[in-house]
């Protein structure tokens, strides 16, 4: 289709919002609009400025026959600090307080707006690393990994506490709880991991870290490596975590049922992100 220099960028800016991660040859444009790839060039110019005057992510340029342009996603530094003040705003609410010192996060991991700022919070973190996977257990894991995966432009393969005859045959390993001390069972389908895949482990709470243990043990079955780790809520004061490398957005710091009172911070995010990589 023979479009305008306007019309360009604005479908070009859609496709590579679309396509986070991936690498698309300028031919693929040129054939697409019947431009010449000199104009496809300028035009991503003025993409690239943009996406990161806006803080939006950037755009890498590779090389070469099989080269091309690939969007990256970021969060500027701003913008992240922005995000985990208005996270620990929301889990910091009393009314979260459920019976037994737990809190109520249904409503946050089931917001596509929080998910959207979050997902895109993790793919930053990780941008430096080789993922081809994300990683989390069953159940309110699922939709926080789905969220990262859209960033990352990768799959989910999902944990469970038992087989299930539509996956096929399984691998089960034992694990044990590091809260409650307690033997558990996690299992994932085979045909989920290749031989050497990097896989980004993400869950929505840690305690000790005895799941995400159990998790990293388990891609350890399938000759797995892990890429990361992501947690959006980490509970402070624990005598022996059982994770020691890992990424946080929240870091809970103490339950009071009786005070009706949540007290929290900003977890590890921004000292990670400020070591391993430069957000613009």
Do not use: W
């Amino acid at each position: 289709m023979k479009l305008r220099r306007s019309g360009r960028l604005v479908d070009m800016t859609h496709y590579l919002l679309q396509h986070p991660q991936g690498l698309v040859p300028l031919s693929f444009f040129a054939d697409r609009y019947g431009s010449a790839k000199s104009s496809i060039s300028e035009d991503l110019g003025i993409i690239k400025q943009t996406f990161e005057q806006q803080g939006i992510g950037t755009l890498v340029t590779v090389p070469g026959a099989a080269g091309g342009v690939r969007y990256i996603p970021y969060v500027s530094h701003e913008e992240a600090e922005t995000y985990l003040e208005e996270l620990c705003e929301m889990i910091a609410k009393p009314e979260r307080l459920l019976p037994g010192g737990y809190l109520y996060m249904t409503d946050i991991l089931g917001n596509p707006k929080v998910l959207n700022k979050v997902g895109k919070m993790f793919a930053t973190a990780f941008s430096h690393k080789k993922v081809d996977i994300v990683m989390t257990m069953a159940t309110k894991g699922i939709p926080l990994a789905h969220a990262v995966a859209s960033f990352l432009n990768v799959p989910v393969v999902i944990v469970r506490r038992d087989s299930r005859v539509t996956e096929g045959s399984t691998v089960s390993i034992n694990y044990v709880s590091g809260s409650s001390k307690r033997i558990q069972t996690m299992v994932l389908a085979k045909r989920s991991l290749e031989t050497g895949s990097n896989v980004l482990i993400i869950d929505d709470f840690m305690k000790a870290g005895g799941t995400v243990s159990g998790m990293v043990n388990l891609l350890a079955e399938f000759q797995a490596n892990v890429a990361g780790i992501g947690i959006l809520v980490e509970s402070e004061n624990i005598e022996e975590r059982l994770v020691d490398d890992y990424v946080s957005l929240v870091k809970l710091e103490k339950v009071s049922e009786r005070d009706r009172q949540i007290e929290v911070q900003q977890g590890n995010y921004l000292e990670h992100v400020k070591e391993n990589i430069t957000l613009k």
